[in-house]
């Protein structure tokens, strides 16, 4: 398997502007999780799915957020209008079971800049 | 909300050395897991003790958990210059059930060849 994979790796944007992440977890896995890494706050989960229902989204900062799993093998997390503080590096992660009861698999992470 | 909380402290040292940090969390946990991240990339992860369990290995990993003291230790030997990267703790809080984690800010690890 190639593990989960994100795209873009990379997002440069100007304020205002929507945003689109977008995820792949590994197949079979039921259990899919967007973080957020920032230097002053570290890692944050944002938002998780079970079987492709959000099962906590109280991490989501504000309703600017919004996150959809259409199917098992894919997720997006939208900010409509971005702002410079959402600056970050975003993570997916997905595993099988229960989401804490097992190791979490990260992708590679999208590094978005807001100006 | 509860988190697992490493030494804030960057550590380098010379290959060879061992590493050792420290997690320290507030509330009953399910288990705690180590996580390694390098520069620019996800996390991977290391590690797996469960409430029940005091020690764990894995190869060169060591890890330590005292439910009591609500703290955990990992214990790198012999430390390679790959072994670079920031090393996260994150707790399963039985409040969460077992869904999801709660992670701690880091640790940087630097190892001079």
Redesign the interface.
Known sequence: DAG?IQSPRHEVTEMGQEVTLRCKPISGHD?L?W?RQTMMR??E?LI?F?NNVP??DSGMPEDRFSAKMPNASFSTLKIQPSEPRDSAVY?C?SNQG????????????TRLTVL | SQQGEEDPQALSIQEGENATMNCSYKTSI??L?W?RQNSG?????LI?IRSNEREKHSGRLRVTLDTSKKSSSLLITASRAADTASY?CAT?PTS???????????NQVVVIP
């Open positions: 989960v259990y999780f973080y570290g890692l989960l998780y079970n099962i906590d993570f992660a229960a989401g804490g009861r097992s190791e979490q698999f990260f992708g590679p992470g | 399910n288990n897991q996580y990339r996800g996390l991977v992860h797996l996260f399963v969460y059930g077992n869904n999801r984690l709660a992670f701690g800010k880091g």
